[in-house]
């Protein structure tokens, strides 16, 4: 059985500055896939990040990066130069390839101060 | 334009009565979720499909129905058994097992 844990409830980040968002996870599968989502206070779910479990590089899309730890069974993700429009909340998620089944961890709730 | 649609955004229903929840899709995925979102919370799997005429149950099935009878068509049943069904439910599907959902705007339900 997949299990995403997110451990931090909420967090508080000065604009510009950088953020990580942790995500642990548990799973036999030895392939698999990571997922972040981000959620705004409007209920949208917007996909911001993919990692395969045997990709070798970390994930990037523009200020969002993936901080992919297999051993440890981590999926961090890096939020770079924040901005206001960054406050929402963040969701980690995981999928086994041989099952379309997708689980989600809590979310963390990220508020950008000025 | 591509896409899910979720009908209605909101959903206001009497304590006992059935209610369905719409989720239609146009992006040809074979796969389509529902989950539920209490305030503040995570997103909970209801049911998942991977193909027509078939579907799985998700850790929180109970008191909720579904089918699947069209690829482009999920709808999801709150029936009178579900304890407490007023939350966000929201939509979602994929084309394939590692690739990224597409979510619906979700529909807000509050039963009364």
């Known amino acids: 059985a997949q299990k995403i844990t997110q451990t931090q409830p909420g967090m508080f980040v000065q604009e510009k500055e950088a953020v990580t968002l942790d995500c642990t996870y548990d799973?036999?599968?030895?392939?698999?896939?990571l997922f972040w989502y981000k959620q705004p206070s409007s209920g949208e779910m917007i996909f911001l990040i993919y990692?395969?479990?045997?990709?070798?590089q970390n994930a990037t899309e523009g200020r969002y990066s993936l901080n992919f730890q297999k051993a440890r069974k981590s999926a961090n993700l890096v939020i770079s130069a924040s901005q206001l429009g960054d406050s929402a909340m963040y969701f980690c998620?995981?999928?086994?390839?041989?099952?379309?089944?997708?689980?989600f961890g809590a979310g963390t709730t990220v508020t950008v101060r000025a | 334009d591509g896409g899910i649609t979720q009908s209605p955004k909101y959903l206001f229903r009497k304590e006992g009565q059935n209610v369905t929840l719409s989720c239609e899709q146009n992006?040809?995925?074979?796969?389509m979720y529902w989950y539920r979102q209490d305030p503040g919370q995570g997103l909970r799997l209801i049911y998942y499909?991977?193909?027509?005429?078939?579907?799985q149950k998700g850790d929180i099935a109970e008191g909720y129905s579904v089918s699947r009878e069209k690829k482009e068509s999920f709808p999801l049943t709150v029936t009178s058994a579900q304890k407490n069904p007023t939350a966000f439910y929201l939509c979602?599907?994929?084309?394939?097992?590692?690739?990224?959902?597409?979510f619906g705007q979700g529909t807000r339900l509050t039963v009364v």
């Open positions: 979602a599907s994929k084309d394939r097992p590692n690739t990224e959902a597409f």
């Open positions: 799973t036999s599968d030895q392939s698999y896939g």
């Open positions: 499909s991977q193909i027509v005429n078939d579907f």
């Open positions: 990692q395969g479990s045997y990709d070798e």
């Open positions: 998620a995981m999928s086994a390839p041989n099952d379309y089944k997708l689980s």
């Open positions: 992006l040809n995925h074979d796969a």
